[in-house]
């Protein structure tokens, strides 16, 4: 099962900042060809609002065929910008796809996704590190706001005392 998991939380990209699952992983894993699924989803559509799933732009479908290595559509790869499911969107799959092995795998897709959720809140180094920094930049604010409040005082005694200049050239006194 850990085995599992593992393979399905290599499957979850983050996209437009979601966490995400391709059309075609999804199929894959449920057992059914990407079109039969994409079918599905579009049988139901009022049950996918744009947060449960989204086609990707050609900008994302670029960088992530890059990312993961997919075929482009001269040596046989897919015509269309794949669709991601979110977390939301994965979920409702389970009503549109009902067999056992739908609901066996979405188990554990929900599962890693609660997992990779757990792990980004637990890490106990980022919220060390995220308040290091805000030391850090707390007595970078009170150094330079020393610095400044020095600068002002500066310019507001020139206002208050300027220097007398010396005048340059002839005059006609």
Known sequence: MENDLLHIQNLIYEIRGNKVMLDKDLAQLYGVPTHRLNEAVKRNSKRFPVDFMFQLDENEWKSLRSQIAISNINRGGRRFAPYVFTEQ???????????????????????????LRHY??????????????????????????????????????????????????????
Do not use: C
Request: net charge neutral; hydrophobic share 45%; no cysteine.
């Open 89 to 115: 969107g994965v979920s409702m799959l389970s009503t549109v796809l009902n067999s056992n092995l739908a609901i066996e795998i979405n188990i554990n897709i929900m599962r890693a996704f609660v997992k």
């Open 120 to 173: 980004a809140f637990s890490q106990p180094e980022t919220n060390e590190q995220i308040a290091e920094l805000r030391k850090l930049l707390m007595l970078y604010i009170e150094k330079n706001d020393k610095r400044v409040n020095e600068i002002i005082i500066a310019l507001n005694n020139l206002i208050e005392h300027p220097k007398e200049s010396k005048r340059i050239g002839f005059t006609t006194e």
